[in-house]
């Protein structure tokens, strides 16, 4: 064998270990996107799986939360849907405990990469009557109906944080305040 072939040899064999490596990073950066993950100050404190999630029933060592179904109308969009999730301050009571209601921000972060900002005390206030839902399913469909946004369809899944209760006459007094992030990934409070 000649120096030429075993250089092609070695090469190749250099070339699927990198294209295993490639591999190996993608599938991890997808696993990683069906995961939640709640951060304390940037740092990871709870994560918790897409099948966990859809699972029904979530246990921490504060305790357990079920999922519920829920009907409301989205001011913004203008439609009606019935969703599978979680209640969202119960989720955050559970997983930061009640304190996380005197910090000063909560970041919502899609899976590409979106910050979504509510300021926590306005937000408390502004949906003093509502209730918000991480959904993790849409009554009827498999995933979600997709959202219409600048003429293009978005899959708001895997999960979406939801509100019910509110109105077309709320949409002004809330429409900064509350956030209705799609594609939500991360969770963090400051």
């Not at 000649?2 to 294209?19: A, D, T, V």
């Not at 966990?52 to 203008?78: E, H, M, P, Q």
Request: aromatic share 12%; proline share 3%.
């Amino acid at each position: 064998m000649s120096n030429f072939q075993r250089r092609q040899i070695k090469n190749q064999g250099e070339l699927l270990k990198l294209m295993l490596l490639i591999s190996l990073i993608i599938f991890n950066a997808q696993a990683f996107s069906e995961d939640l993950v709640f951060k304390l100050k940037g740092r990871p404190l709870e994560i918790v799986s897409l099948i966990k999630i859809k699972s029904g029933k979530l246990k921490f060592k504060s305790g357990d939360i079920n999922a519920t179904t829920v009907k409301l109308f989205n001011v913004f969009r203008g439609y009606e849907r019935t969703y599978d999730g979680y209640a969202f301050y119960e989720l955050l009571n559970l997983v930061y405990g009640k304190a996380w209601q005197q910090k000063e921000k909560l970041i919502c972060t899609s899976s590409d990469s979106y910050h979504h900002i509510a300021v926590i005390t306005p937000m408390i206030k502004s949906a003093k009557n509502n209730m918000g839902y991480i959904a993790f399913g849409e009554k009827g469909i498999t995933g979600f109906t997709p959202i219409i946004k600048s003429g293009k369809k978005i899959d708001p899944g895997p999960l979406y944080l939801v509100w019910t209760n509110f109105t077309a006459k709320d949409r002004a007094s809330h429409g900064d305040i509350i956030k209705w992030p799609y594609q939500l990934s991360e969770i963090d409070i400051e």
